[in-house]
């Protein structure tokens, strides 16, 4: 076993550097993606702009990323994962793109620029947005990989970003705001705004890895509570970040009545929900061996993160 | 051979009925998916009603049926083209919401009702499109047939519906209203804005029903043409027709300052041309036997119609 190995299970591995080594990886794919956009005289300009400027604004890859341990963690070996995970941002870039829209939370600013609406104007803003949509799945579609799993996936995907899941959690979240949600209401918005897609990455890189339906379902009570885990932080960091680290207003969230953990629990309590998710997170891998150790490292990750 | 198709081939086959029993099929498969998106406690109600009223407000089909008829003019046989085909109509709804939005042509009336944003607010309009949109692909990727079709249609569609198609389409559209564009930009918005899709949902069809390369190519050529008028005619009635045969204000897109075939090429010349575009559409299906017949009358019905 490689002195690296040995390192990495004992004083932990450098998740750090996985990280920013599969973040390179995928903003690759999506420089070629968006280059391949531009040059085409068939997709406008400013529409190649628009998307352009949306997806390379400096994201963490959350997604992309998940997917990718998710994969690993199974086994999984081939080309297409880097496709298929990339893809993924797309459509959380879109997602991002639709509801900065003054129609829905009309937000400025989004990692510190000037949103993509305040740049290149509503008409075009919503159009980047159902083209990066739609892309998506054209990468996938034209992905490697066997046929049966890449419709899989876009089965998988489709559900967790449609109306029963990341478009239904935003309606809700758009709908009660202003308005005193219940607990379950606030449960309801994070687990299917944030939450569905974050456990459908991590069901699509298993999907994609070709993991046993035991390791799926373990998979996916991880990806479900680490998603929730994630939104529930997002919502501390609006009260206690700074604006350099969030890259928005500190605040927004009370300012515009959303309705969010710190809301409905407190802001201990919150803390405390997050932690115990992400203990749970970590958990459901108690089977799989060091090829888990970035999804474990990942969980972790995000509940110690600043942005 | 049945007194039916005889008659059929003599004085035309029955093209009404046949509209008319398909979209009746389109509209039960609708039917069926709204109802199980309202009874799903996943799904918000508010988002389920307006993706409920944008779907189901009367819309005449043509890109499902298109695909029906196309399919079956190569001699597929299976149950999953039905699916496919309506999923089509999400994607065609969709746009049509978005298109509708302030942001985008900010239309109030559509078929005769108030728009999808009129009645359920920006936010949610913007939530049912890309809900709909979403949802295509979900329907797709879980009809009956080989994944290795399902994923060569979404490959299709998505390309035909994307950047690069009918959402460049409408970028152009709305970055040019107010400006006089050249004819090649009026060329551009309407292979894009319509002709993609209508090309799109053609191909489609034949996909699904493994048509030989040479006869997707002659398909191909069908709906590009038939694409193109069809965009031409709408054109074309938005001066020439009413409000009740439309369903909404006459003389919207010459208000809008809209480029258009008869603002670029007049209005004798753009009958001229889609006349035109029709006779090549059917010409393009010289070698295919009664079994197009449908795709041809299909052609010429477009070239009548009156809505």
Same mark, same amino acid.
């Given at each position: 076993?490689?002195? #690296?190995?040995? *390192?990495?299970?004992?004083?932990?591995?450098?998740?750090?550097?996985?990280?920013?080594? &599969?973040? =390179?990886?995928?903003?690759?794919?999506? @420089?070629?993606?968006?280059? %391949?956009?531009?040059?085409? &005289?068939? *997709?406008?300009?400013?529409?190649?702009?628009?998307?352009? /400027?949306?997806?390379?604004?400096?994201? @963490?890859?959350?997604?992309?990323?998940?997917? $990718?341990?998710?994969?690993?963690?199974?086994?999984? +070996?081939?080309?297409?994962?880097?496709?298929?995970?990339?893809?993924?941002?797309? $459509?959380?870039?879109?997602?991002?793109?639709?509801?900065?829209?003054?129609?829905?939370?009309?937000?400025?600013? +989004?990692?510190?620029?000037?949103?993509?609406?305040?740049?290149?104007?509503?008409?075009?803003?919503?159009?980047?947005?159902?083209?990066?949509?739609?892309?998506?799945?054209?990468? $996938?579609?034209?992905?490697?990989?066997?046929?049966? =799993?890449?419709?899989?996936?876009?089965?998988?995907?489709?559900?967790? *970003?449609?109306?029963?899941?990341?478009?239904?959690? #935003?309606?809700?979240?758009?709908?009660?705001?202003?308005?005193?949600?219940?607990?379950?209401?606030?449960? /309801?918005?994070?687990?299917? =705004?944030?939450?569905?897609?974050?456990?459908?990455?991590?069901?699509?890189?298993?999907?994609?890895?070709?993991a046993s339906r035991k390791r799926l379902d373990a998979l996916t009570e991880y990806g479900e509570k680490t998603g929730l885990a994630f939104q529930v932080?997002?919502?501390?960091?609006?009260?206690?970040?700074?604006?350099?680290?969030?890259?928005?207003?500190?605040?927004?969230?009370?300012?515009?009545?959303?309705?969010?953990?710190?809301? %409905?629990?407190?802001?201990? @309590?919150? +803390?405390? $929900?997050?932690?115990?998710?992400? =203990?749970?997170?970590?958990?459901?891998?108690?089977?799989?061996?060091?090829?888990?150790?970035?999804?474990?490292?990942?969980?972790? /990750?995000?509940?110690?993160?600043?942005?």
């Amino acid at each position: 076993m490689p002195v #690296q190995f040995i *390192c990495n299970r004992i004083i932990h591995m450098d998740i750090t550097s996985y990280i920013e080594d &599969n973040r =390179k990886k995928i903003d690759g794919f999506l @420089k070629k993606y968006i280059s %391949a956009k531009k040059r085409n &005289n068939d *997709c406008p300009k400013e529409l190649a702009e628009a998307m352009s /400027y949306a997806l390379m604004a400096g994201g @963490k890859r959350v997604r992309p990323i998940l997917a $990718i341990a998710s994969y690993e963690a199974v086994g999984g +070996r081939s080309k297409g994962i880097l496709n298929v995970a990339s893809a993924l941002e797309l $459509i959380h870039t879109y997602s991002l793109v639709h509801d900065d829209l003054p129609a829905m939370d009309d937000d400025d600013l +989004r990692r510190n620029k000037p949103t993509t609406h305040r740049v290149f104007g509503e008409a075009t803003a919503i159009l980047a947005g159902d083209a990066l949509l739609t892309d998506a799945f054209h990468i $996938i579609s034209t992905s490697d990989g066997d046929p049966k =799993k890449l419709i899989t996936v876009i089965e998988e995907l489709s559900h967790a *970003c449609g109306p029963e899941g990341m478009v239904g959690g #935003q309606e809700v979240d758009i709908l009660l705001e202003g308005k005193k949600g219940s607990k379950k209401d606030v449960l /309801y918005i994070h687990t299917h =705004k944030t939450g569905a897609f974050i456990r459908g990455a991590v069901r699509v890189g298993a999907l994609m890895g070709g993991a046993s339906r035991k390791r799926l379902d373990a998979l996916t009570e991880y990806g479900e509570k680490t998603g929730l885990a994630f939104q529930v932080i997002d919502d501390i960091l609006d009260i206690t970040g700074t604006k350099a680290e969030i890259g928005k207003s500190t605040g927004a969230d009370a300012a515009k009545g959303k309705n969010t953990y710190p809301s %409905a629990f407190g802001l201990e @309590k919150s +803390r405390e $929900i997050a932690d115990n998710l992400i =203990k749970e997170a970590v958990h459901a891998l108690a089977d799989f061996n060091k090829n888990a150790d970035p999804l474990r490292e990942i969980a972790r /990750y995000i509940l110690s993160r600043r942005n």
